[in-house]
């Protein structure tokens, strides 16, 4: 059995939006390092509960890095700063004995507060709406194999599609901006056949919602791109500044 | 209780045909004025919701968590079936129906099966105009494999998620029509009861996770596609979220729970590390295509790898006993996911197991990476190693991976008739959250293609035939009697769970559920032991409601109280899974009972008394439950004992 390990934790407490917030420190003891990240904190919520206090909220649910929803900044980098690991699949082997380790929520404009660890992210579902899809009907479609689709293009698009929405992007950048996360979106569909109808429609629409929700500009840090949990190349950036421009000359905006 | 599946008459394959004709319509022009609850946003859910607002209908669709796109089937790993028969290797809408049927064990209803078979090849074109980037050929066609111990090669993929892309599609579908203002959505809302009207699902009364604030919502009909109840065990592969709680409280209400014995352990998990773990981790099927599964032949060398006095590189070929190839020549190490967690458990229990708790074996890749190389095997499995990597800190492209069964899927949820409707009038049950098409054990890459096929193809028809003999100002008032009492039943029973102010987290009381039903009602089953948690679970319940700690209040973000709600119900209902055991004096698919085994120690059927559907009835707190049979009919498919040697 590997060595148990004490660690000190200083926790961003925040009771609702409205709170100012404050961070408060815990003692997490007997950690194995076989333990995920965010079971070190169900141990330490477990003793909180047992001395009639509320546990830190945080949110998570598939805790195997897919869902998107763990989202905390530890350390000062957005889900540990494990290479293409979340929060949920950090393990606590890469930690030692005796460290304190620091835990906030992802900070931005865009993402209020909801309780501790926990965000409103609901301003990238809006995002979406706008226009992050292929407007097909059910049962209105053609055959899968009707539109045979390039190996490497639709290889590429996976490349963009994997990302989970996590926020992490966001929550790296200095200016707050989603860019990686829309550009994530606008090249997945713009890469494959079946979304070049609405190329135009849908980079414009998504740019604009992205900038009424309040998320910043891109001055190209890559931060983003170091955090990614699913390692979305910044090139998708620029492949969404490309499809932004190219719409605004088809629009005859400039 | 009245069972009667409504299954349409005539020959099998155009049942559904003919019956798609025999709906009723409801007035293109007044879909507008009906509206439409759907709980849940994962694949069943998020289907039905955009598709029934393509139709017109008014949609409200509930999810808990932040964003319908994290709904559970984001995690699905390795693919969805479909008879496409693109690769040309025999498979027909027929052959997907019969292997279904075969592989539920002969316990599913062969017409919802033949059903979802059919409408399997629609969900590719839907999916593959919604831009999921499915795997691809060089030619630029979809690309296939087998899975799951399947003949042919019929499972669609992208990469090893392709149940997040496969949502993503339909959350892409959903966003629109949110967009469009056809449907509004409630994340972070838990449903909390269902409202009846003279007999009929009439609405629901939820709780904003985030303020706490309880509302009641009304609608013409309710869709619950609330997913599975593998959480039941505590420990299982599912998302931490995942609950009973949904459906079980309809089944509070009258709905009919079918068969909530039959759940699925899937061979291939990660095994457990401490008393720290909270979830399982899967290791996608997929692996077992190349990966071979084994442990020693010796108890006494199985030990010193247990001590770590010795490797797995340091058992000779001779000495290692790869007890699925050598059980099972023709289906070897993909024999389906029933067969193969028993062998390990047998294996374990016989004292060999590889890791040091001995739940654990290897699944090995040293012969593939020799056969195939090093690089091969990392552009099929790469994502999955790193995943193994992350997790367990050991390189399986050098060591095998060890790996034990764990809680995956239920086959088991509440009843529904061959609309998809439950017993109760008006409500609908799609996805992981009914019973129908799995039987008793559910093949790879098939609940993805249930999930879709129920919100995309099925259920936004078979609503209709409702609806059409509802009128539209047939809505109830949420203020009458029946919501404002189901609020107070809800309410009555969160500040239930905050007044208790006893000892105990609302986790220790899961845990220590989920180790009961694991080993009562797990891979082996049997009588002794099903009596003894009938006991046991209704203690852990008392002490529950005595000891329960709850910080906190209502009003505010909760995660304890949201816990404590869902633990309270897995408690009434893992009493409801033994019985459920027990009364199945039989073994099939995943269910089985020490006691009926055949002399090579494979499940032996009952097909004389025990081909029905167990269908339970709630009879009030801390009664005993009716069961009512629906019994299965095989008109197409021939009963035969499942052989995979
Ligand atoms: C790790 C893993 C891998 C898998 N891989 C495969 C695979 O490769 N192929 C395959 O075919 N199947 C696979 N499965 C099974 C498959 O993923 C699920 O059966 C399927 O996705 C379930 O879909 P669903 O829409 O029914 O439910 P879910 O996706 O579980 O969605 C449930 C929805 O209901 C909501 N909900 C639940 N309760 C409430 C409530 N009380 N109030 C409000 N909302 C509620 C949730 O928020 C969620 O939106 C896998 C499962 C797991 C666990
Ligand atoms: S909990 Fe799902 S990605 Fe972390």
Redesign the interface.
């Known amino acids: 059995m590997d060595k148990l390990m004490n660690l000190k934790l200083k926790v961003w407490r925040q009771?609702?939006a409205d709170d100012v917030g404050r961070f408060e420190e815990y003692q997490a003891d007997d950690i194995?390092p076989?333990?995920?990240f965010?079971?070190?904190l169900?141990?330490v919520n477990?003793g909180?509960?047992?001395s009639?206090?509320?546990?830190i909220?945080f949110?998570?649910?598939?805790?195997?890095?897919?869902?998107?929803?763990c989202s905390m900044v530890i350390n000062g980098t957005a889900h540990g700063g494990?290479k293409?690991?979340t929060a949920c699949?950090l393990?606590m082997?890469h930690f030692s004995d005796g460290m304190t380790i620091t835990i906030e929520p992802w900070r931005a404009t865009a993402f209020p507060v909801?309780?501790d660890l926990?965000v409103?992210?609901?301003a990238?579902?809006r995002i979406?709406?706008?226009g992050?899809?292929?407007?097909?009907?059910?049962?209105s479609?053609?055959?899968?194999?009707a539109?045979?689709?390039?190996?490497d293009e639709?290889?590429l698009?996976?490349d963009a599609?994997?990302c989970?929405?996590c926020g992490a992007c966001v929550a790296a950048c200095k200016n707050a901006s989603a860019m990686l996360f829309v550009a994530a979106k606008i090249s997945?569909?713009s890469l494959?056949p079946?979304?070049q109808p609405e190329r135009e429609r849908r980079a414009l629409a998504m740019v604009k919602q992205m900038d009424d929700e309040g998320f910043g500009n891109c001055t190209v840090t890559g931060s983003c791109e170091a955090v990614c949990p699913k390692e979305i190349s910044l090139d998708f950036i620029a492949r969404m500044n490309r499809e932004y421009g190219r719409a605004l000359i088809k629009k005859g905006t400039i | 209780m009245n069972l009667d599946a409504k299954i349409p008459s005539g020959p099998m394959a155009q049942k559904w045909d003919k019956h798609r004709f025999d709906l009723k319509l409801v007035n293109p022009a007044n879909k507008r004025k009906y509206e439409v609850i759907v709980v849940g946003s994962g694949l069943a859910g998020a289907?039905a919701a955009?598709?029934l607002a393509?139709l017109g209908y008014n949609v409200k669709c509930f999810c808990f968590?932040?964003?319908?796109?994290?709904a559970?089937s984001?995690?699905a790993q390795g693919g969805i079936n479909a008879a496409?028969n693109?690769q040309n290797d025999g498979d027909s809408v027929h052959r997907l129906f019969y292997d279904t049927v075969k592989g539920g064990d002969y316990r599913s209803r062969e017409a919802n099966v033949h059903r979802l078979a059919q409408v399997s090849v629609?969900i590719?074109?839907?999916?593959?105009?919604?831009?999921v980037?499915?795997?691809?050929?060089?030619?630029?066609?979809?690309a296939n494999r087998s899975f799951g111990g399947a003949q042919v090669s019929r499972t669609f993929y992208?990469?090893g998620?392709t149940g997040?892309?496969l949502l993503?599609g339909a959350?892409?579908?959903l966003?629109?029509q949110?967009?469009l203002g056809k449907v509004q959505?409630f994340?972070r809302t838990e449903m909390l009861d269902v409202v009846l009207v003279d007999g009929h699902a009439k609405g629901i009364v939820v709780r904003d996770m985030?303020s706490g604030e309880i509302s009641r919502h009304s609608a013409h009909a309710v869709v619950l596609a609330t997913g599975g109840y593998g959480n039941a065990f505590f420990l299982s592969t599912n998302?931490?979220?995942c609950n009973v709680t949904a459906t079980f409280r309809a089944y509070k209400r009258g709905a009919a729970f079918a068969n909530p014995c039959y759940t699925q352990i899937h061979p291939t998990c990660i095994p457990v590390?401490?008393d720290?773990?909270?979830?399982l981790?899967l290791m996608s099927e997929s692996l077992r295509n190349d990966g071979r599964v084994w442990v020693p032949k010796s108890q006494s060398v199985a030990e010193k790898i247990r001590k770590g006095e010795l490797k797995a590189s340091d058992v000779a070929e001779g000495d290692r006993d790869y007890y699925l190839e050598r059980k099972y020549p023709s289906f070897g190490n993909l024999v389906p996911r029933d067969v193969a967690s028993r062998n390990t458990k047998e294996a374990c229990d016989d004292g060999r197991g590889v890791v040091g708790s001995g739940l654990g074996v290897y699944l090995d890749f040293e012969d593939a990476i020799k056969r195939l190389g090093e690089s091969a095997v990392r552009e099929r499995y790469g994502n999955l190693f790193?995943?193994y990597e992350?997790?367990t800190?050991s390189n399986a492209y050098q060591n095998p991976m060890t790996i034990f069964p764990a809680v995956h899927y239920t086959m088991g949820g509440l009843w529904v008739d061959y609309n998809l409707m439950s017993n109760v009038p008006g409500l609908y049950v799609v996805g992981e959250a009914n019973f129908s098409d799995h039987g008793a054990n559910r093949l790879g890459a098939s609940a993805l293609m249930q999930g879709l096929a129920d919100g995309?193809?099925v259920l936004?028809y078979t609503i209709g035939q409702y609806l059409a003999g509802v009128a539209p100002d047939d809505r109830t008032d949420t203020n009458s009697a029946e919501f404002v009492g189901t609020e107070e039943t809800v309410r009555a029973q969160i500040d239930k769970l905050l007044s208790v102010k006893g000892?105990r987290?609302p986790?220790?009381f899961h845990r220590e559920l989920g180790q009961i039903i694991w080993d009562e009602c797990g891979m082996a089953r049997n009588k002794t032991g099903l009596e003894a948690a009938i006991k046991k679970i209704p203690e852990l319940r008392a002490e529950f409601w005595e000891n329960l700690?709850v910080?906190?209040e209502n009003g505010?973000?909760?995660?304890?109280l949201e816990q404590a709600g869902r633990v309270a119900d897995f408690l009434e209902f893992g009493e409801l899974m033994c019985r459920d055991a027990l009364q199945r004096e039989e073994s099939c698919g995943g269910h089985f009972r020490e006691e009926h085994q055949t002399p090579e120690g494979e499940a032996k059927r009952d097909d004389k008394n025990f081909s029905f559907v167990g269908a339970w009835e709630y009879k009030g707190e801390n009664q005993t439950p009716e069961l009512h049979k629906e019994n299965l009919v095989y008109e197409e498919v021939k009963m035969t004992q499942r052989s995979y040697k």
């Not at chain 1, 009639?52 to 546990?55: A, Q, S, V």
């Not at chain 2, 968590?65 to 994290?70: A, E, G, L, V």
């Open positions: 009771d609702d194995s076989d333990m995920s965010l079971e070190m169900d141990v477990e909180l509960i047992g009639g206090k509320e546990p909220a949110d998570s649910d598939c805790r195997e890095g897919i869902c998107g929803s494990q293409g690991t699949q393990h082997r909801h309780r926990v409103d992210r609901t990238f579902d979406q709406q706008k992050g899809f292929i407007s097909v009907r059910t049962g479609v053609p055959d899968a194999n539109i045979p689709v390039s190996k639709s290889d698009a996976m599609a994997q989970i929405g997945h569909l494959v079946q979304g | 289907s955009a598709t393509e968590q932040d964003s319908p796109r994290r559970h984001i995690a496409k693109y629609n590719i074109d839907q999916c593959a105009a919604q831009g980037p499915f795997a691809r050929e060089y030619g630029g066609l979809l992208a990469r998620q997040q892309q993503l959350y892409s579908s966003s629109r949110i967009g959505m994340p985030v998302a931490m979220g590390s401490g720290h773990q909270s979830k981790t790193d995943m992350k997790i800190g995309y193809f936004p000892k987290t986790t220790s700690n910080p906190g505010s973000l909760n995660q304890s």
